[in-house]
């Protein structure tokens, strides 16, 4: 069931190559508005920060803050109305197989009528390995992410928490170098959501991906994040970026209860909560 039952298997093609600045993403003086006239709406304005090559970097912010605009942004689903988005110093102008994207709704995301093995296979790039290394490749992470047993399994046939552990395996076989997750746990009950956080810190430190990871929850933005972005709203904006001094790896009881963790809490909830 776990991740991270897993070890041992991450082969030297599968380590990214890193940006050489140590910049995954610059987003410099992006703004988003949505209509003209009496109908404009400026959802955020100005922003510019650098998510460092390898980090878990956490976006934090009330509904309509302009969260998952700025994602799909980073993805190069969208273009910002001015201001500009770069990945390892190039712009971002389409989306492409480097920056994966796990949504919260794994049940639109994934396709009823394949068994979780082939769902896994639609994110490895159609020609791109034999058919026998692309089936190795399935296999590796269906292991990694708890699913080997539910491979020939439907969608239907899983609770949320399985499901949402097939996107992410279908992400991770596009061999992303960052990985963009919107909310991807919070549909989850608390328990599966607590141990896929587990799971996916385990996951992306062994696989040495970068992460931008979206919640409403500051707890989760601080259990998992090198760095917490807090964003204000009307217009979207940086009200902070923090620090978060926390060892790892991080454990459910003992990290929620360290000085750091409450400090931080308490320094993002007066910023973002207070607002
Ligand atoms: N295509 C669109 N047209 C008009 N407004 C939009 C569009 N997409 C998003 N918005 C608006 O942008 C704001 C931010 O949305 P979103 O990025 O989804 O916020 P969040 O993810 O932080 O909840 C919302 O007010 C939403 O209505
Ligand atoms: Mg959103």
Redesign the pocket.
């Known amino acids: 069931m776990q991740m991270t039952g897993q070890t041992g298997q991450t082969d030297a093609t599968a380590v990214p190559r890193r940006a050489q600045d140590g910049v995954a993403i610059r987003v410099r003086g992006a703004s ?1 508005v ?2 003209t006239g009496p109908q404009r ?1 400026c ?1 955020f304005e100005g922003i510019s920060f650098d998510v460092r090559s390898g980090e878990v970097f956490c976006i934090v ?10 994602l799909r942004q980073i993805a190069g689903l969208q273009r910002p109305t001015s201001g500009e988005i770069l990945f390892e110093g190039a712009p971002v102008t389409a989306p492409s197989r480097e920056r994966a994207i796990v949504f919260q709704d794994y049940g639109r995301a994934l396709l009823p009528w394949r068994t979780v093995r082939a769902n896994v296979r639609l994110g490895i790039s159609p020609g791109s390995v034999s058919r026998q290394d692309a089936e190795a490749e399935v296999t590796r992470l269906l292991a990694m992410t708890g699913l080997a047993a539910a491979a020939e399994k439907y969608p239907s046939e899983l609770s949320g928490g399985m499901q949402q552990r097939v996107q992410i395996a279908r992400c991770l076989a596009q061999r992303p170098r960052l990985l963009l997750m ?1 909310e991807p746990f919070g549909a989850l009950d608390a328990m599966t959501r607590q141990s896929l956080q587990d799971e996916l810190l385990d996951l992306v430190a062994r696989e040495g991906i970068t992460v931008i990871f ?1 919640t409403h929850d500051l707890e989760e933005a601080i259990y998992l994040g090198d760095r917490v972005m807090g ?1 204000g709203a009307n217009p ?1 904006r940086i009200l902070t970026t923090l620090d978060i001094a926390l060892a790892r790896p991080r454990h459910q009881l003992t990290t929620r209860e360290a000085a750091e963790f409450i400090a931080r809490r308490h320094q993002l909830h007066q910023l973002i909560v207070g607002h």
Not at 61 to 70: A, M, Q, V, Y
């Open positions: 988003m949505f209509g709406h959802v912010g009330g509904s309509g803050c302009g969260k998952t605009t700025l919107d979206i964003l979207g």
